[in-house]
């Protein structure tokens, strides 16, 4: 079974350094969201690293 959407970016953003206490994850869902729409599936986690860095830094707060 697949993970929802929330749970596989909340994962993913985890993995790529997102903190609660730094980061507005609000943000940074929508932004991932996006930036998957481009891919071929819904695969946050094949983001690129570089794609993760901006966005952290974006959604810092």
């Known amino acids: 079974m697949y993970p ?3 749970d596989a970016i909340a ?3 985890h993995a790529a ?4 206490k730094f980061h507005n994850l609000g943000a ?3 932004d991932v969201h996006h930036a998957t729409l ?3 599936q819904y695969r946050p986690t ?3 690293a570089t794609s993760w ?3 952290l830094a974006d959604n810092r707060h």
């Open 46 to 48: 094949q983001l690129p």
């Open 11 to 13: 994962a993913a953003a």
């Open 4 to 6: 929802d959407r929330l």
């Open 17 to 20: 350094g997102a903190v609660p």
């Open 28 to 30: 940074v869902h929508a």
């Open 53 to 55: 860095k901006s966005i």
């Open 38 to 40: 481009t891919l071929r």
